[in-house]
């Protein structure tokens, strides 16, 4: 086998490559044998070549050993026999082209880290049916499965991110499809052509859905779209003849041309409610749409939207619409009824063709100008509104409509186009403007019942045509005028016929007043009453927010006065003035009763209904009696004496009134005494006095004691004294208060400590009692506490806190008693001390102690070391020099008010062998370790800090040999060596 015979090239030898000679060329192979069947790769190459195996048709399977780790672009290109290969582990990425066309590739397992697939890497493998992806695949580019026919099932696995446009084009039996969580983005035709998908689950994270993504899924009829979707492209679900129902997200605000176009069993769509433009062709040919919503943000619907949706009949358009573009609603055959907004603008040509079903149209007064066909062949039409400042009618614009009896044409009309109400058959009379110029070429032909057309005079062009195969059409107008010259010219019938013009207008009354929410016709009288003029009144409001006014009837919303005019054209106008009454319904007050405290003053407020009515009266106020209250012409009542009345307003014939109650409040209490001493178990009873004595404020005592320990008191005001202090005792009745000072005296003979002698450490503390006579506490507050020597102790709030080691006396007094007891203070002791071990070699201490203490070393009682404060990790180092082998050290921790405590440790030796040369099976119950040490030391093995088997001694030529039970492989065995004097060694081994 030649593996190219250009470039520089070097020779590869004793290697076999299906027994050939082999050149390798930089980095890749060209096979040139096309008879190879099977291949052996050599060890030493670690990459396949551009296109290596590029057209080698007779290869039928091929293993790829672990010393390939990279597969350049087109390996495997065109390999039409290749039905199995087993790819290297190490191989991570699978480049463009690598197994394009090999057309019996039938099922391949991908190593475990593959990241990629390139661009066309399995295209047009027809028969391939099976491929188990990597759980490292990041990326699929662009049509890597394209034209695989007999792929049914994929899993994408969720490590993938990115998946490129036509990835699975034609994938012809594709079925079932996993997408992965984390892709974003759908793109273009990735599953375009795969006719067998029936169902699929987007991804929650998908945003954007690309161009023709599902484009000819036509089996498809279930999707279920992510909530956060923003995009979906053009023709994303074209030709899904299927798919029946769709859930477009509110989060989508643009969505491309044709969509849905051809999905025939399309029946139900909802539309975001942020979208503003239906793109063209969206539900083109949408034959089993009936009805649709469209959103109210939506403002132009783009031609042919909905061309050919023959089952839709009704649809709601939003308010907002300003555009329908052409051929929108052509062919919706069943189309019974459509609003257009106020707010559209423009009509698109063929707009409504064939709508054979429409009956009735609005055209709003926004639209300036008609196109072409826009009603063609809408022959249930009968009621049309054309906007009021249209000027042509366009070609063909109602042709066909055999349902349209009349139509009112605007005053400003200038021309009729061709063919613009052609084969209307139902059309009998017809009366064109003033403002009409032109009838173009079989404008009116066919309308075979149209019997009369009234022509003005200023018309001066109708084609000869304009009325063929009209039998029964009679021309009307002035004599000699252009319509009878036109008459006898093309040999049709002609009447005279008078246009008596509107010489003014006037309405019937010049003022009228109506209230709020009225509505009325005003009556216009023309002059003469008799024209026949064609004209158009215009109504208008100098205030619409007051009256609006729409064909002479007027609505009023608010009070106020304002003009109505009517007009017709620029000089004839007539005006009436119209004012609004709101007339008052009904007056009351905020409260219905109120209650004041003599003396004092309020205004009561008077409510109307409705608050903004038109009666200008004044109220009237009155007091039923003065005695009690007064009341002045605002509203403001005044509290003379207690008692009840009632104040009344009047006005417009309403009236109102509040019942007034006039009280004389409390204003003060009193006890007869405001200091009391008493004695333990005395009893007084407290007299109270009211200010004043004929208050009409319900009195009820509340009682209470500041500190009920030293008395108490009832609800008939008598205190009884318990124990000796000074307390408060308080009544209180509607915010006012009276209170009495309490002073109770001591009846304590002897004082004495609850305890004969106190123990404490130092920092330590104790609360202390002292008891009376009969063994009963003394309140601490009445104790006053002192100490012979304060440097040892010192008492707050009670508590005796030790201060420092020694011995002194704490005193009490309660009044003129007094009690001591001893207080012996000692030192704590220190709980941890930890001294780790020593090496002879070096030179610092380390171990735990308690926060605060110092610590130091010393040998021979001569101090060898700074001195460490611990900190709070409890942790102490001290420096100290090299000591020799077996010296002992003294380290003192001591800390102020602990005991001082000392550790004795020794310089210890380290070892400086300690190795493990084999582990062997002696038999099936027992092992041998054996390795080198220090001699007369002692050897242990453990598991997990358990001894396992008997110590050993280290010989003197330094060797050992220990023996242990069976110990399943693969577990951890420590051993430790140990000698006095030395640092223990410690050595880790797995058993084999």
Known sequence: ??????????????????????????????????????????????????RCFYDCTNIKSLYIPPNIYNIEKGAFYNCKSLEKIELSENVSVLKPDTFYNCVNLKNITLPSNITSIGEKCFCNCENLEEINLSYKLEKIDNSAFKNCYNLTFIVLPNSVKYIEKNAFFNCLNLKNVILPDNISILESC???????????????????????????????????????????????????????????????????????SNCISLSKVNLPNKLTYIPSSTFINCGNLEYIDIPKTVKQIDNSAFCGCSNLKSINLPENLQSIGSDVFSGCENLENIILPHSLKNIGSSAFYNCKTLSEINIPNNISGLNSLTFYNCSSLNKVKLPKTLKRIPDSCFSNCTSLEKINLPEELNYIDAYAFSNCTSLKEFRLPKSIKRIKEYAFSNCTNLSKIIIPNKIRSISNSAFENCPNIVICGEKNSYAHKYAIANNLKFEEYEFINLRDISIKDTFISILKNEERKLDLILHPENTNDIFKVKWKSSDENIVSVKDGIIKSHNIGVVTISASVGHNKVAKC???????????????????????????????????????????????????????????????????????????????????????????????????????????????????????????????????????????????????????????????????????????????????DKLNLKVDDSKCLEIVDQNNNKVEPQLVNWNISDKKIAKIENNNLIAISEGTTVVIAQVENLLAACILNVSLKKIRLFDVNYLKCSANIITGKGIVGATVKAFKDEQMISDTCVIGQDKRFLLNIDPQDAGSEIKVEISKNGYETREEIITALYEFDVFSVDSIENIDPNHISISGKGCSESYIRAYIKNTQIGKACVVNSNGTFNMYLPKIKPDTIVTLKMRKTNYVTANKNIIIP
């Open 1 to 50: 086998m030649i593996l190219s015979q250009r470039l520089k090239y070097k020779y590869l030898e004793d290697q076999n490559l299906n027994n050939k000679n082999v050149l390798i060329l930089d980095s890749f192979i060209s096979c040139m044998n096309k008879k190879t069947e099977n291949i052996n790769i050599p060890k030493n190459i670690n990459t396949i070549g551009y």
């Open 190 to 260: 990735l599953f375009a052509n795969c006719e067998k998908i029936d169902k699929i689950n987007i991804p929650q994270n998908v945003v954007k859905i690309k161009d023709l993504a599902f484009f000819e899924c036509s089996n498809l009829n279930e999707i279920n779209l992510p909530k956060n979707l923003l995009h979906i492209g053009s023709r994303v679900f074209s030709n899904c003849s299927n798919l029946q129902i769709i859930n477009l997200p509110n989060t989508i605000s643009s969505i491309g041309q044709g969509i849905f």
């Open 577 to 755: 003035i119209v004012q609004v009454e709101l007339p008052l319904e009904n007056i009351y007050f905020e409260t219905d009763n109120l209650t004041l405290n003599k003396d004092d003053s309020k205004h009561l407020k008077l409510e109307c209904f409705p608050k903004n009515h038109t009666c200008t009266e004044t109220p009237i106020w009155i007091s039923s009696d003065e005695n009690i209250a007064k009341v002045d012409s605002k509203g403001n009542i005044y509290a003379i004496d207690k008692g009840y009345c009632t104040i009344t307003c009047t006005l417009n014939n309403k009236s109102a009134s509040c019942d007034i109650t006039v009280d004389l409040p409390l204003k003060e209490i009193r006890f007869d005494k405001t200091t009391l001493n008493l004695k333990c178990n005395d009893l007084y009873k407290l007299n109270i006095s009211y200010i004043p004595e004929n208050t009409t404020d319900d009195i009820a005592l509340n009682w209470s004691c500041m500190d009920s320990s030293i008395a108490s008191i009832d609800n008939s005001g008598t205190i009884k004294a318990l124990n000796a202090g000074t307390t408060v005792v308080t009544a209180s009745t509607n915010n006012k208060i009276a209170t009495c000072i309490v002073t109770v005296k001591s009846s304590i003979s002897e004082i004495k400590f609850k305890e």
